[in-house]
């Protein structure tokens, strides 16, 4: 089967740049991404590329290249389902917060909702994919959705799981490690469908490097290369603990460790906890499904992996409150950063949250900085963790335009991203302008430490 037309409900980190990518690499399939938010779909088609909604290097030329010529933006859901083919679903699926499995399980809410759509809509064969991350067996319910509520037309599901990094997430995708898609591969249609999706990813990606798998393995496999991902860096976190105590250096341990070809260099950076919209998420997801199989040494395994994660977050904040003399009450901490990595404006679970509602907790006056997300942001990750009213977030929390201005009479600076204009930062300047001594905590491991305390700065950093 050839595929003409492709649509895919959700524009988000995910949707957006993947069928930005599907577009420019196959310019005879027509690729529509819709979405309910009315806003969002309007920044995608703002005439300046530079304000489209994700910002990600490398995206916004390609939506100048491929945006009016086969990528559409558009908020008529309906439309776009009745012309395509294949119609991706990557809606958001948040941790439920409410119920059976809340803080735990994936909440499937828009998931449910878009497959019920599809099936109200669709008048000829679809092919549904699901691209956002989901428990294992999720196709299930969306087939039986799909066949029981559909106008009698036939449903293939195909499980294609996004590895992409924020960040990254253009150089993800067009050079892959490997794509996946999973699929009923036992029967004949099912196969037509796996190799329609195939053939759209052949080309651009070597075929060598499309892996197929059943339906099940494929779903599996996404939350399981996320917690083996997520699991390394608590591994490596739990480390910059001993490495402290200890004078070890967790840089020189990682080094020594990732040498060896079976474990590998990556992804062995010690940080402040690593954040973003998928690694909690999906060990929850994950330790979930375990306990519901009854699987409870298989539960308690993999959360351990968050629980050192929230433990890092929290010790470096204690770590300031301990440093400046048992109390942070009035005094003005300066924090670089606030997304949960480099080079996106992303900033779900985002390790600088935690630390900034700790110190709140402490009483300090936090000013940020960070060169990619908003004020309005800013605000609203605070006050959706409920524990301090808007009012007091918005008197003790400020957000200000340049690093230099909000390090300025700050009694300690707070690295929580490592995004690379730190490093050029005027640091003899900045320690002139601050309050003495001057402190400054590296959650990042992000600069040269024997330099700082040239300069006169009182350095701590994670891991040494
Ligand atoms: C994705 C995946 O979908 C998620 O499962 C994965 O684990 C992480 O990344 P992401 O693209 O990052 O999510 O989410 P988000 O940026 O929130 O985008 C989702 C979009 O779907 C939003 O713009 C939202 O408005 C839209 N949406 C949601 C719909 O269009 N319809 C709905 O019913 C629900
Ligand atoms: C992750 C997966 O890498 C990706 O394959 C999946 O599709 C979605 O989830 P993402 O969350 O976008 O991608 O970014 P990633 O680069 O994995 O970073 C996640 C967090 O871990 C960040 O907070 C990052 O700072 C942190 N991290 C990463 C570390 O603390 N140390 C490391 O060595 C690597």
Redesign the pocket.
Known sequence: MNIKNICCIGAGYVGGPTMAVIAKNCPDINVTVVDINEKRIAAWNDEDVENIPIYEPGLSDIVKEARGRNLFFSTDVDGAIDKADMIFISVNTPTKTYGIGKGMAADLKFIELCARQIARVSKNDKIVVEKSTLPVRTAEALKNILDNTGNGVNFQILSNP??????TAVQDLLNPDRVLIGGGIDTEKGKNAVDALVDVYAQWIPKAQILTTNLWSSELSKLT??AF?AQR?SSINAMSEICEKTGADVDEVAKAVGMDSRIGPK???S?VG??????QKDILNLVYISKSFGLNEVADYWEQVIIMNDHQKRRFAEKIVKTLYNTVSGKKIAFLGWA??KDTNDTRES?AIHVADYLLNEQAEIVVYDPKVTKERIYADLEALGTHSSEEIRDRVKVINTAVEACKDAHAVAVLTEWDEFKELDWKGIYNDMLKPAFLFDGRRLLDKDELKKVGFEVFVIGS
């Open positions: 996004e590895f992409l990094a924020e960040g290369a996320n991902l860096i992804f062995l950076k940080s690593f954040g973003g919209s998928c690694f949960f990595k390790a």
